[in-house]
C-alpha cells in the first residue's frame, strides 16, 4: 500500500498519471470537493481503465450546491424545509425581516462541514448573513445562500447506494457537528458519528418511509434530469 500524500487532491492529471504507472483499476473519492470538481468524469474519459465509485459531476451538484438542491427537491415533491435562495445580500437582508420563524442560514457551495449557521436570534442570523455573503467567511462558498426554516428534533443520515434505478441503505447514523455541549454553538467538520441510530432517533416506520418519499424520488428525479450516473456502477446520496 502507497499513501501518496504529495499530490493535491484536485490535481486530476498528476493523479490520473499515478494511477497509469501504479496500474490502479479502481477510484474511489473520498472528499467532497474533487467529486464536484469532476474527478470521476475526469477518470472516465481520461484513464478508462479505472472504474470509479461515485457520482459525475451533474450528480455531485447535489452535494456542491444546497441552491440547486434545494430547488431540485422542490422541483420533484420531496420534502423539505420551507427555503429561499438569495445571490444578492440586500434582498436577502429584506428576507430575513419577513420572516417570522427560526432560520438556518447556509451557504450555498462546500465548506468543509462548517457552511451551516443556526442563529439564535434576528441581529445573529443579519450577522451570520454579513459573514457569509459580504466577508466571505466561506469564500466562493458564500456566494448564494439559503435561508432555511429551522427544524427541530434529532439529526439521522442514511447513506443510500444505488445504481440510477434501486437503492440499498446502509444503517441510519447520527453526527454531531456543533462544537458545544449539548448541540449548542456553531457547527464543525463533524463532532463524532455512530452508527446504527437506536429506535427513539428513527424507527423502522419512518425508514421505510424516508425511502418512499425522500430517497427513491431522488434516485428517479435524478434519473429523469439527466443527472444519473450513467456509466457509474454506483452512487452515494446522503439524505
Same mark, same amino acid.
Given at each position: 500500500?502507497?499513501?501518496?500524500?504529495?499530490?493535491?487532491?484536485?490535481?486530476?492529471?498528476?493523479?490520473?498519471?499515478?494511477?497509469?504507472?501504479?496500474?490502479?483499476?479502481?477510484?474511489?473519492?473520498?472528499?467532497?470537493?474533487?467529486?464536484?470538481?469532476?474527478?470521476?468524469?475526469?477518470?472516465h474519459?481520461?484513464?478508462?481503465?479505472?472504474?470509479?465509485?461515485?457520482?459525475?459531476?451533474?450528480?455531485?451538484?447535489?452535494?456542491?450546491?444546497?441552491?440547486?438542491?434545494?430547488?431540485?427537491?422542490?422541483?420533484?415533491?420531496?420534502?423539505?424545509?420551507?427555503?429561499?435562495? /438569495? @445571490? #444578492?445580500?440586500? $434582498?436577502?437582508?429584506?428576507?430575513?425581516?419577513?420572516? &417570522? =420563524?427560526?432560520?438556518?442560514?447556509?451557504? *450555498?457551495?462546500?465548506?468543509?462541514?462548517?457552511?451551516?449557521?443556526?442563529?439564535?436570534?434576528?441581529?445573529?442570523?443579519?450577522?451570520?448573513?454579513?459573514?457569509?455573503?459580504?466577508?466571505?467567511?466561506?469564500?466562493?462558498?458564500?456566494?448564494?445562500?439559503?435561508?432555511?426554516?429551522?427544524?427541530?428534533?434529532?439529526?439521522?443520515?442514511?447513506?443510500? /447506494? @444505488? #445504481?440510477?434505478? $434501486?437503492?440499498?441503505?446502509?444503517?441510519?447514523?447520527? &453526527? =454531531?457537528?456543533?462544537?458545544?455541549?449539548? *448541540?449548542?454553538?456553531?457547527?464543525?467538520?463533524?463532532m463524532?458519528?455512530?452508527?446504527?441510530?437506536?429506535?427513539?432517533?428513527?424507527?423502522?416506520?419512518?425508514?421505510?418511509?424516508i425511502?418512499?418519499?425522500?430517497?427513491?424520488?431522488?434516485?428517479?428525479?435524478?434519473?429523469?434530469?439527466?443527472?444519473?450516473?450513467?456509466?457509474?456502477?454506483?452512487?452515494?446520496? #446522503?439524505?
Open positions: 500500500m502507497t499513501n501518496v500524500s504529495s499530490i493535491a487532491q484536485d490535481d486530476f492529471p498528476a493523479l490520473s498519471a499515478f494511477a497509469k504507472d501504479n496500474k490502479v483499476n479502481f477510484l474511489i473519492p473520498g472528499p467532497e470537493a474533487p467529486l464536484v470538481a469532476g474527478i470521476v468524469d475526469y477518470f474519459q481520461n484513464v478508462p481503465g479505472v472504474r470509479c465509485f461515485g457520482p459525475q459531476q451533474s450528480a455531485a451538484r447535489m452535494e456542491g450546491s444546497k441552491t440547486f438542491s434545494k430547488d431540485f427537491m422542490k422541483d420533484h415533491n420531496i420534502p423539505t424545509a420551507a427555503y429561499e435562495n /438569495f @445571490s #444578492d445580500y440586500e $434582498a436577502a437582508k429584506r428576507y430575513l425581516d419577513t420572516v &417570522d =420563524h427560526d432560520v438556518v442560514i447556509k451557504a *450555498d457551495g462546500l465548506a468543509a462541514g462548517k457552511g451551516v449557521i443556526i442563529p439564535q436570534t434576528k441581529d445573529e442570523a443579519h450577522a451570520a448573513l454579513k459573514d457569509i455573503m459580504l466577508d466571505r467567511e466561506f469564500g466562493d462558498a458564500g456566494s448564494s445562500v439559503v435561508i432555511e426554516e429551522f427544524l427541530e428534533g434529532e439529526e439521522c443520515s442514511i447513506l443510500t /447506494f @444505488s #445504481d440510477g434505478h $434501486a437503492i440499498a441503505s446502509l444503517p441510519p447514523a447520527q &453526527d =454531531h457537528k456543533r462544537i458545544g455541549d449539548g *448541540d449548542t454553538g456553531p457547527n464543525t467538520g463533524g463524532g458519528t455512530y452508527a446504527p441510530c437506536p429506535g427513539r432517533v428513527i424507527s423502522k416506520t419512518q425508514l421505510q418511509d425511502n418512499k418519499t425522500i430517497l427513491q424520488p431522488t434516485i428517479d428525479g435524478m434519473r429523469k434530469s439527466g443527472e444519473s450516473p450513467g456509466v457509474i456502477p454506483l452512487i452515494m446520496t #446522503d439524505s
